[in-house]
């Protein structure tokens, strides 16, 4: 956190203390070149390898970023949307609801997880608040309260259940996900079955 009480004279200011926690991953060697079609100089800082150099730097570190959260999405607990055991279990018509929330909160209350000023935050992707407007606790709410001030203002979902919600839009959404056991990205997919997909 940012330093904002000025230091004074005679008095030591206040000491941090650090923590760590160590998560392991699997990483290879990634890389791609890029070609030009303009005369570059090698002699000095051309001004277009330059360019391209702080670009590729900056996909370096959102690759590593894009690698760790694949890590961690293996190595936290999961929870799918209906109750379903795996991913493989999901189908389609599946959305999360706020029931599948309050037993997450349950959860994080048994393993004596604290929550954030009061409530757990929910991270949530724009479809995933598309979806929750429709959610029957969502609508209850707004009957019993008798408001629909957020939802219709700005579609955000209001604090209920001891949950917070916050709309980002790095959520994972895609049906590929890392199977650490194969050591590999797998894919879910469905195929037509007269009128239903299986």
């Known amino acids: 956190q940012a330093h904002t009480v000025p230091l004074q004279e005679g008095v030591p200011p206040m000491t941090d203390k ?7 991953m699997t990483a290879y060697q990634y890389g791609r070149y890029m070609e030009f079609t303009d005369k570059v100089d090698f002699k000095v800082v051309d001004p277009v390898v330059a360019h391209y150099t702080n670009e590729y730097a900056i996909v370096a570190v ?13 190595c936290a607990q999961q929870y799918y949307a209906g109750g379903a ?28 997880v604290k929550p954030i000023d009061t409530t757990y935050h929910v991270l949530t992707s724009p479809e995933f608040m598309y979806d929750m407007l429709d959610d029957e606790y969502v609508q209850n709410y707004m009957k019993i309260n008798q408001t629909t001030e957020n939802v219709y203002n700005d579609g ?21 996900w890392y199977d650490s056991d194969a050591s590999a990205y797998k894919c879910l997919a469905y195929k037509l079955d007269g009128e239903n997909y299986v």
């Open 85 to 112: 055991a795996t991913q493989q279990d999901v189908k389609i018509g599946c959305i999360p609801a706020i029931a599948d929330l309050r037993l997450i909160g349950l959860s994080l209350k048994k393993a004596k």
């Open 62 to 74: 959102e690759t590593l970023d894009l690698l760790a959260q694949d890590m961690l999405m293996t």
């Open 18 to 24: 650090g923590s760590v926690e160590k998560y392991e």
């Open 156 to 176: 955000s979902i209001p604090n209920m259940f001891g949950f917070s919600f916050h709309e980002v839009n790095n959520c994972p959404t895609t049906s590929e």
